[in-house]
């Protein structure tokens, strides 16, 4: 399809007249029905990559992503734009919406689903009723046993598919190392696939490290800057407590600014409404855990802050990918206190099962005989509901060829050997994710320039910075000065509501 073709759709359905670095080359080899794995900074327009072939394209376009608050934010913003025919299918569904939606997914152009979603065969048999143009694998370092959100069921993503046709596919990814890159096209395994590659450093984000000595230090430190910027912020912390703590904070100590927290414990209306806020300026501060601001498409963020450091340099790059959408100078500012290390190595070590726990669900399986349900219950009550586990569980039974079809077949390994697998991987996995702690907290000691150190796993050269580079170079805090957040929202009665969400009960978790 000719340059001028693909300006004029480009315009007519998003308003936009020219493509951003990478957009046009990947479309048109989605166009040329060519399976596709692209890198592309947060914040450059992944999305347009599907969402204008899905305007083009015959059938339907099939998006998968882990992101509840992107699949809800693109659907409204879509139908906002005029593009109806756009459904998103997730566990957030009542029982009739998804048979409402599921009835009618033919009518639909571009379709957005969850990949607990595909684990349903009611919902591949109906998919298999579609002509799938293309089918899209967003965040596709999830599919990466080292990618630094790994879930089990995106590897299942192959097989699915197959059983759709194999239609021309297109992985997104925004940070994925050279082994995090090799891992994910060797789990796809497609013949001739294209890969694009794109610089990851934003030139317009400075990068700059404050070390303090107290945490009464920090949080005055925070105050001040928050009285000082009137800006769209995002401020990151590792738990949720801390999150609501300071958020109550800071709301006491700057009573004219509209701050608000969000974190995985909030019930789904909560969320949205934090979202939503958001996006439209009826809130200026988020202070939040990583649950935030992935997918979120508010181009006026200026300034996050890392409360607490995150655990690996891909999910920092990530998130301080959420400023600067429009090329406007931002900064991205980390506190660092040296109890901060606890946290993370915290984080790291209950993300994947304990040997303890691998063992007491494999006796249940061997000993007692229990059924998949009755297994599956079981390990979610002694895992405190959390489902990572269980999943994890299951995927490397089916692995190992002891779970086929929700029937285990027990005979296929010895117990001992089944829980020695699993156990050398986890171990495996925590080690790799200690390292990766290591080199984030080697990236907060640096003496030079954070920049170059920052991108160095990620690629050779850098693109010159557009404003300030980073606390080592050039940065001052006295030469950034952002213009205030103009106030275009209704004044609206928002406090109050918030008010129930902030002092509700919270734990430690993300």
């Known amino acids: 399809m000719s340059e001028i073709n693909l300006e004029a759709y480009l315009k007519q359905y998003f308003g936009f007249s020219r493509f951003r670095q990478g957009q046009k080359e ?119 046993q080292w990618g630094h959100e790994f879930r089990p069921d995106y590897l299942r993503l192959k097989q699915i598919h197959q059983l759709l046709d194999s239609p021309p596919l297109l992985a997104l990814t925004a940070t994925a190392t050279p082994e995090v890159q090799d891992d994910i096209i060797e789990a796809l395994a497609l013949e001739k696939l294209r890969k694009f590659v794109y610089p990851m450093d934003k030139p317009n984000i400075a990068l700059v490290v404050e070390q303090v000595d107290t945490i009464r230090e920090k949080e005055e430190r925070l105050i001040r800057l928050m009285e000082q910027y009137h800006i769209p912020t995002l401020i990151y912390f590792s738990s949720r407590k801390e999150t609501s703590r300071m958020a109550a904070l800071l709301q006491e100590q700057i009573p004219n600014r509209r701050i608000a927290f969000y974190h995985g414990g909030l019930d789904h209306q909560d969320r949205l409404l934090i979202q939503q806020q958001f996006m439209q300026n009826q809130l200026e501060v988020v202070c939040c855990t990583n649950a935030f601001g992935m997918g979120i498409n508010k181009k006026d963020i200026q300034f996050v802050i890392h409360y607490h450091a995150p655990s690996q340099i891909e999910a920092f790059i990530q998130e301080i990918g959420r400023s600067g959408r429009n090329g406007q100078e931002s900064v991205s500012l980390v506190f660092f206190h040296e109890s901060d290390r606890i946290i993370p190595q915290r984080l790291l070590e209950s993300e994947l099962p304990t040997g303890e726990w691998v063992q007491f669900a494999l006796n249940c399986l061997y000993q007692e005989d229990y059924s998949y349900e009755q297994l599956k219950e079981i390990c979610l009550l002694t895992a405190d509901g959390n489902e990572v586990y269980w999943r994890f569980l299951q995927f ?74 980073c606390d080592h170079c050039d940065f001052s805090w006295t030469d950034w000065q952002p213009s205030p957040h103009e106030q275009t929202a209704q004044e609206q009665d928002w406090l109050q509501t918030l008010m129930r969400i902030l002092y509700q009960g919270d734990t430690n978790e993300k």
């Open 26 to 144: 990947i479309i048109e080899s989605v166009l040329s029905k060519q399976h596709v794995f692209a890198v592309l900074p947060t914040g450059t327009g992944k999305s347009i990559c599907y969402q204008l072939p899905a305007m083009m394209l015959p059938g339907a376009v099939v998006v998968i992503s882990p992101l509840l608050s992107l699949m809800t934010d693109q659907v409204k913003q879509l139908k906002s734009q005029g593009i109806k025919r756009v459904v998103a299918l997730n566990s957030m569904l009542t029982p009739r919406e998804r048979d409402s939606h599921l009835a009618n997914l033919h009518h639909y152009k571009l379709i957005y689903m969850s990949p607990e979603m595909l684990q349903s065969k009611r919902m591949i048999r109906r998919l298999q009723q579609l002509t799938i143009s293309l089918f899209v694998i967003d965040e596709a370092h999830c599919i990466s």
């Open 396 to 469: 490397q039974l089916e692995r190992l060829g002891v779970l086929q079809e929700n029937t285990f077949y027990v005979q296929q390994m010895p117990q001992n050997k089944v829980q020695q697998q699993i156990e050398q991987l986890i171990a495996k996995r925590l080690q790799y994710k200690t390292a990766k702690l290591e080199e984030m907290l080697e990236w907060l000691y640096t003496n030079s320039c954070r920049r170059q150190q920052l991108f160095k796993p990620f690629q050779e050269t850098l693109q010159p910075s557009a404003y300030m580079c």
